[in-house]
């Protein structure tokens, strides 16, 4: 459902329908291939290894992504549920869950310079969350729209959610 590149590491983390988080070693990219033909290009399956499987949604889970700066995993999935996973070098591990959406998880987020979660659902939910305590700090409501994706301005304190109206058949 989603996949994202470490800042720093040769690694990178990917969400699927199977309940799973998992982080893939992709250093074998930069070795490359000598058969490989100018022009063409190999599959991420001749260059990757996964490093570690995350279990512990109920559901499929729709987003993964790397804390900018500690060792850290979040998750968004459709039990509801936004998780916390720290990694070590050799294994990684849930931390803890936040809970408080109705819906859907869509995406969740770490912001990039606060120790927060910023997360959206099929609730017509965003909501921030403090990292430390686990807790909703703040919930925004749109009463007609479901949010689907989340993106944080590198730079500025800005968040941009994807949303789609409800469309009511009569």
């Known amino acids: 459902m989603s996949a994202q590149f470490h800042p720093k590491e040769d690694l990178v983390v990917s969400a699927s329908m199977d309940q799973t988080v ?18 063409t290009f190999d599959t991420f399956d001749n260059f990757s290894t996964v490093k570690y499987v995350l279990e512990g949604h ?10 900018p700066t500690l060792p850290l995993i979040v998750s968004a999935a459709d039990d509801r549920q ?3 996973w720290r990694m070590s070098e050799t294994k990684a591990w ?5 809970r408080g ?10 912001h990039p310079k606060h ?24 919930t925004f409501r ?11 301005h590198p ?12 469309i009511s058949v009569r």
């Not at 849930?94 to 936040?98: I, L, T, Y």
């Not at 909501?127 to 305590?133: F, G, N, P, S």
Request: with cysteine.
């Open 22 to 39: 998992r982080v893939w070693d992709i250093s074998g990219l930069r070795k490359g291939t000598p058969n490989t033909a100018p022009g």
């Open 58 to 67: 109920d559901r499929g889970v729709n987003y993964a992504m790397f804390h």
């Open 82 to 84: 936004i998780k916390i």
């Open 94 to 98: 849930e931390v803890d869950s936040c």
């Open 101 to 110: 959406h109705f819906n859907n998880v869509s995406a969740a987020l770490f």
């Open 115 to 138: 120790e927060l979660i910023v997360s959206c659902g099929e609730d017509k939910t965003i909501r921030v969350w403090d990292l430390a305590k686990r807790t909703a700090v703040q």
């Open 142 to 152: 749109r009463e007609h729209d479901r949010f689907w994706a989340l993106a944080a």
């Open 155 to 166: 730079e500025l304190n800005l968040f941009v959610a994807g949303r789609s109206p409800l």
